[in-house]
Every structure is written in structure tokens, then in C-alpha cells.
């Protein structure tokens, strides 16, 4: 297609003014763009030369340095907050352009952020996508992901393995949306995935290690299955963050995080994150992505999957993550405080190290529990007894995470008094702190599941739910056995 005949983006040239467009936001701005599209959406210098760089460096260097280069007016070094509202518009010509989306660039907070840019383009990098969207929480950024595809009438497969609020989006407030949900009975079975798919079908979505059953997704062997039906798979990658598992190089097409975990860290900031690798295309079947396919009048007829795709003005398959930003968030306004940006920032410069150290604790830990007679089971896919540790080496070898789940003998009396032993570990409804964390998940997390639900996502009444922290390894272990004391007490 010829530069004259691409469409416009919303019946709006953008400005001539100063040259191309400048675009600051929305964009990982990883060297997967074409040359063409690079021109035309032009960075601020610094920053795009720090993407530039970017290319060549090693995850441990990209966690620090992507997306922010020293303040051109100040020169401050950290990541500056930038707690504004709005943003000023250089002219009325740029304002009209940027409400078109002929011109991107900040309009106001709820939309986007320069200090929520950087760690969108940050962790788009780290996972190898192309963008990326931050939000107020994980759940919101679960939510986001699948509105953005599904409408009502509309129907996903996903995986039971969930966290306790994931299941119950999927089976009972996706439901009030008009969309249904099939879960699997097997995520091991690439069979039932098959089998499940209906003419309405729009996605596939799993945690690639689940919490808390920590069984590990066959994202080779899914995906496969979701492309063959021409949907996307949608992955929640929280467990492991990036360092570990890149689900994108798998075959999986979206990526999900609570921010909050490991990738803030340090439990001081609730954050969600959508990143988007590119790949898929919502154009290829217009009449099973009609939200991507047809004029949004919001933006002046502006077509989503043709003018932000592959083919459209940007060069670059931007539409989904694009549609995410100027739809939803316009609209239902999950949007990220620029502090908690900030916090989430400062986590991912020590993503690498402290998920070193939690796995390693993680395995000792493990392998203590493992040798206990008072331990009925122990769930952590870093052990070569789990039916999940070869997948778990193939798609990380350098390991899947820092959750480990173990059934005590007792039931849920035994577990309850184990939590309340405990003194060390804090008793939170959290995971991926710096610190050792405890919960016991039938009573809590997934309590609102039934007793049935409850056993298929891997929740027995005497299952506690470990969140092992960077501590030393000898004040972790003390403390569980202090645990598995009063357990015992109240087996008695």
C-alpha cells in the first residue's frame, strides 16, 4: 500500500508542524517496529535513543534502564512523577489532533502518563512485546484483556488452574457481559481445549504456572490449539514475571501481570499490566473480531484492526493494545496513579536479583516440606516430583517461582492454626513480597468457590499457600516449623 493510500486515522491529517508526529506514549519501542514506522511516530531523542540501546541489552540492564533516560530539563537521573492531570497542548492544530488520534501524545492522566509510559515501555520490553498498558490492578488489566476481544453472545476456554478472583471474573461476573466461559476439565488436554471451541469462541486464557496448584500451561501446545481456531491466547504470567518465562516466545499472543507481585515487589503499590506482542491479527476474520473490524464513531469511523494493524499508518500491529488504551480506559477509567507507576518502576530494577533469591528459597523450602511426615502434599513445579517439573524446565529453566503450597495432615483446623503460629511470615492477601507471606486459601482466597470448584483448582481444606520471601533461608524454615508445632497441637 502506498503511503497516499493508507487510510487516515480518524478524518484528520495529522500536523506538518515541526515534521512528523511525535509520539511519547503506548509504544515498547523494542526494535520490532519497522524502520518506516519508526520515522513516522518520532521519540524525543534521549528516550529514543535509550530504546535504541535497548536492543542489545541483557534483561539484567533492560529492567533499569528502558524507557527513561536523565530529565532533559532538570537532569534528574530517577524516574521523575509526573502527578499532573493534563497535559498542555502546543496549539489547538495538535489538541484537535491528539482527541483524533492523528497525534499521540498526553491528553490526561486517566488515559496516559509519562511516568506510567516508562513502565509500560519497560515491561513491554522485558517480555518481548510490543506494547503495553498499565492499569490500577491486576484485575483490572485481566478484565481489560478479555472486554477488549469479547462482546456479548460471545463465549472463552480457559483453564480452571486460577487464582480464586480470576474464576470467579470467568464464571460469574463475565456472565452479567453476556459472555460464557468453558473451563477445561484438563488444561493438560490439548483435546479439551479443542473440543471446547464454539462457533462464538474469541480466546483462550491460562495462568502459565496457576496459583495455587502451580500446575505449569503447555503454552506451546495451546496456542497451537487457539491459532487453529483463530483466537488469541491470552496468558497470566504473574508467577513467574518475565525473568523466568516469557510466554510471547511460546506462542502466546497477550500477556497479563498483578504488577503488584513480583514485579513492584515490595507490596507498597496495587498495579496491572496488559502487554501485547503484535502477532496476532484481529483483520484476518473480520466477522469474529467485529469490535476490531468496524468504524468506532468515537474517533470520527477510525477502524481499529485496519487503520492500527499491521498495514495501517503506524506500521506496526498496534490495534489491540491501542483499542485497550482509547476504548476502555477512556471509558471505564482503571487508570494507574502515577505514584504507584513510579513504585512498579523502582521494583523492576531489582526484578532479576530478588526473583533469584525467592527461588532459591522457594526450593529449599520445598524440599524441607517435602521430607515431612506431617506434609500430606507439596505443589511447587521446581520439584522433580511435581507431573509439571519437565514443562517447567523447558519454558524456565532457570525456575517457575516462588509459590509453594502444601497440604497439611489435619485438614482445615491443622492449617488454620499452622497460619496463626507463624510470626515471621505475615498473614496477607498477597504474594510476590519481598517478605515471606502465609494464607490459608479455602477459608480465604477461595472461599467463595464451592467445595467442587475448590478441588479442581487445587484447594483442599488443609492447604496452606506459602509466598517465599528473600529472607535468610534459616529464619524461613524456623518459622514454619514453629507452624507445623501448634499443628500438631490441634491434631492432638
Do not use: C
Amino acid at each position: 500500500m502506498s503511503a497516499s493510500a493508507k487510510p487516515r486515522l480518524a478524518g484528520r491529517q495529522p500536523s506538518n508542524r515541526g515534521g512528523v508526529p511525535r509520539v511519547r506514549t503506548w509504544l515498547s519501542g523494542n526494535g520490532r517496529m519497522a524502520s518506516a514506522a519508526r520515522s513516522a511516530l518520532s521519540l524525543a531523542g534521549p528516550r529514543q535513543r535509550s530504546l535504541e540501546l535497548s536492543n542489545g541489552w541483557s534483561f539484567e540492564t533492560r529492567q533499569i534502564h528502558v524507557g527513561q533516560e536523565p530529565d532533559s530539563a532538570t537532569g534528574a537521573r530517577a524516574l521523575p512523577i509526573y502527578q499532573s492531570t493534563s497535559f498542555v497542548f502546543p496549539s489547538a492544530e495538535s489538541a484537535a489532533n491528539r482527541f483524533a488520534l492523528a497525534e499521540l501524545a498526553p491528553i490526561y492522566t486517566r488515559i496516559g502518563n509519562p511516568t506510567q509510559e516508562a513502565v509500560e515501555q519497560r515491561i513491554a520490553s522485558l517480555e518481548g512485546g510490543l506494547g503495553a498498558l498499565l492499569l490500577s490492578s491486576g484485575q483490572a488489566a485481566e478484565t481489560f484483556a478479555i472486554l477488549n476481544i469479547a462482546e456479548a453472545g460471545d463465549h472463552i476456554v480457559a483453564s480452571p488452574s486460577l487464582y480464586g478472583g480470576t474464576y470467579n471474573l470467568f464464571a460469574h461476573t463475565l456472565k452479567k457481559f453476556g459472555i460464557s466461559v468453558t473451563f477445561v476439565a484438563d488444561p493438560d488436554n490439548l483435546d479439551q481445549w479443542r473440543d471446547a471451541v464454539q462457533p462464538n469462541t474469541k480466546l483462550f486464557f491460562g495462568e502459565v504456572v496457576s496459583n495455587p496448584r502451580q500446575d505449569v500451561l503447555d503454552l506451546e501446545g495451546i496456542s497451537q490449539v487457539a491459532h487453529e481456531a483463530g483466537v488469541p491466547l491470552i496468558v497470566d504470567n504473574t508467577l513467574s514475571t518475565p525473568y523466568l518465562i516469557r510466554p510471547l516466545e511460546w506462542g502466546a499472543d497477550i500477556v497479563v501481570h498483578s504488577a503488584t507481585k513480583y514485579l513492584g515487589g515490595h507490596g507498597a503499590a496495587i498495579a496491572g499490566v496488559i502487554v501485547d506482542s503484535g502477532k496476532f491479527d484481529f483483520g484476518k476474520e473480520p466477522e469474529k473480531f467485529p469490535g476490531f473490524n468496524t468504524p468506532d464513531p468515537t474517533y470520527n469511523g477510525l477502524v481499529f484492526a485496519r487503520d492500527l494493524g499491521a498495514d495501517g499508518a503506524l506500521g506496526a500491529n498496534l490495534s489491540y493494545i491501542l483499542k485497550a488504551r482509547v476504548q476502555l480506559l477512556r471509558d471505564l477509567g482503571s487508570a494507574v496513579s502515577p505514584f504507584n507507576a513510579f513504585l512498579i518502576a523502582q521494583g523492576l530494577e531489582t526484578l532479576s536479583l530478588r526473583v533469584e533469591r525467592h527461588v532459591a528459597n522457594a526450593t529449599e523450602v520445598a524440599r524441607w516440606l517435602e521430607r515431612r511426615d506431617d506434609v500430606e502434599s507439596v505443589a511447587y513445579a521446581g520439584l522433580p516430583s511435581s507431573p509439571w517439573y519437565e514443562r517447567g524446565r523447558k519454558y524456565g529453566p532457570k525456575g517457575t517461582g516462588a509459590i509453594v503450597s502444601f497440604n497439611l495432615a489435619g485438614g482445615a483446623e491443622a492449617g488454620q492454626r499452622f497460619v496463626d503460629a507463624l510470626e515471621l511470615h505475615s498473614h496477607v492477601a498477597n504474594i510476590g513480597d519481598v517478605r515471606s507471606l502465609v494464607i490459608h486459601p479455602a477459608s480465604t482466597t477461595h472461599s467463595q468457590l464451592s467445595p467442587e470448584q475448590q478441588a479442581v483448582a487445587g484447594v483442599t481444606p488443609g492447604l496452606v499457600r506459602l509466598s517465599v520471601g528473600i529472607e535468610h533461608i534459616d529464619d524461613i524454615l524456623a518459622d514454619l516449623e514453629a507452624g507445623f508445632r501448634a499443628a500438631k497441637e490441634a491434631r492432638a
